[in-house]
């Protein structure tokens, strides 16, 4: 054993008793325990019947509802959330003050309106079309009408109505979904584009970049890095509110069968264990998707390369620490 | 005698209320080098913003290579002219940053090949082999595939240079390029700088470099509070300053190239 160096020596090599942790056994052997009874409960607990919950997976309808209403609709509804967000974010930036106003309103209806409240409204969208919806000239009826031919319309192609337009009730649904996250996107792309140093744009604005070369170049791929992160969140959130498509109805969609499922045989329980196990399956397989992409538009800010000098001019944004 | 490359006069600028330039005169003719002095605030990177428009001025006009910059006279009034015109007029000027300001995204070469790229619409490969070529010029041929985090302030600043350069302009504005470098790195961008001025290369200098512009400055234009106090050759300016203020300026840059303890001058 080391001891206490003898005097006119030098101190050598450290080897000492490191600190005890009990309390750190006593926690695993409480969680430990907790741990078993879960398990035993899953195991022994008739209500989840497990070949059950598998066979519910199993259903063609099930899968299809999956495939169709859970991951096509996620993808669609971000594709139309992610543009449109980054439209309302260069709008809100933007110097026309009627542009920022639009882009203000759009946001302050469509973050206010709860997702399950405003699909049940853009699902009822045909009753509001009854007649159908046309490419024409605007208020052309008035027109029409003060000259007594109130039947006549001016260039107008494609009248028809909004169940043929849309094909089915998922469209309402994903319009609805669409639109709501474009409203969080669009806060999220502003603080990306917020988060890049103004030097940045001078510095492509002096080389006689326009601007929106200047912003497609230089600005928003700087912005990504911050933006790219909460908007993994997003998706992984959109994912699990396409259950709200219930509220339309849409019957293409997991929880959906499922629930027809679980309504039908009684089995609630492995019916319920079923959407669990597609929605964690789904958002688990995101989160690895999430992880290639941060790293993909990191790039040029790597941790492994040599500390960045304070000077270099390039802020690295608040939204960095989500 | 030939027009000159750069013509401003009476410039004037304002923040708000703050007149920062106060009727400015400058001619550059081409192949001169001219370095702007003066203290802090005086409206030396102001001024030097204005000439490729990053500011906008409120009074006087600025020509470069005969062109109004910012303005357009049509029907006997002034226009100002729309942010794609202006774009048009900066592709000619080059200009380099304190900060240097390079796309932290790209690598050094992706910086110098972006705008001859996406600006003139050149191709890649032309493009790519007079970037490799500028880069070499500025002695970082070997580093072309770093990203500007993997390259020291100073290194970062000399591919600056070369992305201005990489647009062929007719000028090139430097606006206090060593003054975010630790000292033992401006060294290697002031030698660049000196290399382009001997090659003929237009060249508005705003810096805190004494030494540089006595050396390399065909003119030196001393501003404080947005006048133009003194200008001339830099032996005259530099050397024998008629002025106060120059006398006082240069005798604190002085004690502060001497001894990092100088005390705040009076005043």
């Known amino acids: 054993m080391s ?12 080897d000492a008793v490191e600190v005890r942790h009990p309390w750190r056994w006593v926690s695993v052997a409480v969680i430990a325990v907790l741990v078993l009874m879960l398990a035993h409960l899953l195991v022994t607990n008739p209500a989840f019947d497990w070949s059950f919950t598998l066979e519910a997976m199993n259903q063609s309808t099930v899968i299809r509802g999956f495939l169709i ?30 542009l920022s106003s639009v882009s203000w309103v759009f946001t302050w209806f469509f973050r206010g309106v709860p997702r399950y409240v405003l699909l049940g409204f853009t699902g009822s969208l045909g009753a509001l079309f009854g007649t159908g919806l046309s490419i024409g000239v605007p208020f052309d009826f008035l027109f029409s009408s003060w000259f007594g ?21 998922i469209v309402g649904g994903i319009v609805g979904l669409g639109l709501s996250e474009a409203a969080y996107m669009a806060e999220i792309a502003r603080a990306g584009i917020l988060s890049v140093d103004r030097g940045q744009h001078e510095a492509a604005e002096a080389l006689g970049m326009s601007r929106t070369l200047a912003m497609r170049r230089v600005v928003l791929p700087q912005a990504m890095r911050v933006i790219v992160p909460p908007t993994g969140n997003e998706v992984i959130a959109m994912l699990k509110d396409t259950s709200l498509l219930v509220a339309i109805p849409v019957t293409v969609e997991l929880f959906y069968q499922l629930g027809q499922i679980g309504q039908q045989t009684y ?23 999430q992880y290639f992409l941060e790293r993909r538009f990191g790039r040029g800010f790597g941790t492994s390369t040599a500390a960045r000098p304070a000077a270099a001019g390039v802020s690295l944004g608040a939204g960095g620490a989500k | 005698m030939s027009e000159p490359l750069v013509r401003a006069v009476n410039v004037s600028k304002s923040f708000g209320h703050v007149e920062v330039l106060k009727g400015i005169d400058l001619e550059v003719d081409a192949g001169e080098v001219v370095c702007l002095l003066g203290p802090s605030g005086s409206g030396k990177t102001t001024f030097l913003r204005c000439i490729n428009h990053l500011e906008r001025i409120d009074g006087g006009r600025i020509w470069v290579d005969g062109d109004l910059i910012g303005l357009a006279e049509r029907g006997g009034r002034l226009h100002r002219l729309p942010d794609k015109q202006i774009a048009e007029q900066r592709r000619d000027i080059g200009m380099v940053f304190q900060r240097f300001n390079l796309f932290p995204h790209m690598t050094a070469l992706e910086n110098v090949v972006e705008a001859p790229v996406k600006v003139r619409g050149e191709k890649r490969a032309a493009a790519e082999q007079r970037a490799l070529a500028l880069l070499e010029r500025v002695g970082l041929g070997d580093r072309t595939g770093n990203y500007p985090s993997q390259l020291s302030g100073g290194q970062q600043q000399r591919v600056a240079i070369a992305r201005a350069l990489a647009m062929q302009p007719k000028l090139m504005l430097f606006d206090e390029p060593t003054s975010a470098l630790d000292p033992e790195l401006v060294g290697e961008v002031l030698a660049v700088m000196r290399e382009l001025a001997a090659d003929g290369t237009t060249m508005i200098v705003v810096t805190h470099e004494v030494a540089f512009a006595r050396e390399v400055a065909d003119q030196v234009v001393f501003m404080d509070a947005g006048v133009v106090v003194e200008r001339g050759r830099p032996d005259d300016v530099l050397g024998n300053p008629k002025h106060e203020r120059t006398r006082t300026f240069l005798a604190r840059m002085r004690t502060g190239e001497q001894t990092t303890s100088a005390p705040p001058a009076a005043g």
Do not use: C, K
């Not at chain 1, 967000?85 to 003050?97: D, P, Q, T, Y």
């Open chain 1, 69 to 98: 209403g859970t991951l096509l609709t996620t993808v669609l509804s971000m594709t139309v959330g992610i543009l449109g967000g980054v439209l309302l974010a260069v709008l809100r930036l933007s110097e026309n003050r009627v």
């Open chain 1, 149 to 169: 031919t109130p039947e006549l319309r001016a260039f107008t192609i494609g009248q028809q109505s909004v169940y043929d337009l849309l094909g089915s009730t």
């Open chain 1, 267 to 289: 089995q609630v329980v492995a019916t319920n264990m079923a959407a669990i196990l597609y929605y964690l399956i789904a958002t688990s397989i995101l989160m690895v998707g």
């Open chain 1, 3 to 14: 001891t206490p160096a003898a005097p006119g020596e030098r101190p050598g090599r450290i």
